[in-house]
C-alpha cells in the first residue's frame, strides 16, 4: 500500500489537465463518434435498452431498433455544457464564528445526573462500560469504547417525540415521518447547499441517517476519528479537521440552520 501510495502521489503530480482530457475522450470515443462532426470508427457497438413488456407500437414506452437508433444519434448530436464546479467546504464553521461562540458559552463538562437512582458520575472521571456526563448547555451525552472498530466513531442522537408526537401535538398522521425522510433527502443549511454539503460528507468520510419511529427522532452519524479532507499530496500535504470535528459541525448545522426544501419533500412522500 505504501508503494502505490507514491506512486500514485508522483504520477498526480506530473498530470496536466491536457493528458486528463487525452484520456477522457479515448475512453468516450465510442460514443463521440456517433456526432456528425466527428471521425468514426470501426468495430461494434452494442446498445440494450429495457422497454416494458406489452408496449405496443404508438405507446410512450414502445421501443425498437429504428426509434433506439434515432434517440442515441440525435442525443449525440447535442451540445455538451459543462457543469459549474461546487467549491466543496473545509469546513462549516468558520475559524471565527467557533471563536466567539466558546467566549460567548465557554463549553465544560458537568456530572451526570440520573433520576432513577444511578449514582451520580463525576465530570472528570472515566467510568465502565460507559462514561455518562452532561455538557454545560444541559446535553446529556454517554460515551463507550469500541475495541472492533480503530478510528471509527458512531454518534446517536434521540429527540424524544416521533410518531407519537403527532396525536399530543394534533399533527397530521405521517407527518413526524415524512419530516424525517425529508431531513434525510434535504441537507442544505446555512450558506451551504446540498451538493456541497453532500461531498463535504463523502470528503470526511461521514456516513448520516435519520429515521422517526413511535417514541424519538433518531439522528445516526458514522464517521472516522482521525484526520481527513487532507488537501495537498506528499511533503505539501495539510491535514483537514478531523472526523469528529467534521460530525459536530453537521451536528450545528442541522440544529440551527437547517433549510427545509420542497425538492427534498417531494421526494420524500415516494
Known amino acids: ?12 503530480s506530473t498530470l496536466t489537465l491536457e493528458e486528463v482530457n487525452e484520456a477522457a475522450r479515448d475512453m468516450c470515443s465510442h460514443i463521440t463518434c456517433i456526432n456528425a462532426n466527428e471521425p468514426a470508427q470501426d468495430g461494434v457497438l452494442i446498445v440494450t435498452a429495457c422497454s416494458p413488456k406489452d408496449a405496443q407500437p404508438g405507446d410512450e414506452g414502445y421501443c425498437d431498433e429504428d426509434s433506439l437508433l434515432d434517440t442515441i444519434y440525435e442525443a449525440c448530436q447535442l451540445e455538451i455544457e459543462p457543469e459549474e464546479d461546487v467549491v466543496v467546504p473545509r469546513t462549516l464553521v468558520p475559524e471565527e464564528v467557533l471563536k466567539k461562540a466558546v467566549e460567548l458559552n465557554p463549553p465544560s463538562w458537568e456530572n451526570g445526573q440520573f433520576t432513577d437512582g444511578t449514582p451520580n458520575t463525576p465530570a472528570d472521571k472515566l467510568t465502565r ?5 452532561r455538557l ?8 463507550g469504547r469500541n475495541p472492533a472498530e480503530s478510528q471509527r466513531g458512531h454518534l446517536r442522537i434521540i429527540a424524544p417525540g416521533g410518531r407519537d408526537a403527532e396525536k399530543r401535538l394534533g399533527f397530521k398522521l405521517g407527518s413526524m415521518a415524512v419530516g424525517s425522510r425529508t431531513m434525510q433527502e ?3 443549511f446555512g450558506p451551504w447547499t446540498r451538493e456541497q454539503v453532500e461531498l463535504f460528507c463523502v470528503d470526511h468520510l461521514l456516513m448520516v441517517e435519520i429515521n422517526c419511529n413511535e417514541e424519538s427522532l433518531t439522528i ?5 476519528t482521525s484526520n481527513v479532507g487532507n488537501v495537498g499530496f506528499g511533503n505539501d500535504v495539510q491535514l483537514g479537521i478531523t472526523g469528529t470535528e467534521a460530525v459536530l459541525q453537521i451536528v450545528r448545522e442541522i440544529i440551527v440552520g437547517f433549510h427545509w426544501e420542497e425538492d427534498a419533500l417531494g421526494r420524500s412522500k415516494q
Open 136 to 143: 454545560s448547555n444541559g446535553i446529556r451525552v454517554g460515551v
Open 186 to 188: 434535504g441537507g442544505a
Open 129 to 133: 462500560p460507559f462514561t455518562l456526563r
Open 1 to 12: 500500500p505504501e508503494q502505490s501510495y507514491y506512486t500514485t502521489v508522483k504520477a498526480l
Open 220 to 224: 445516526d452519524f458514522v464517521f472516522p
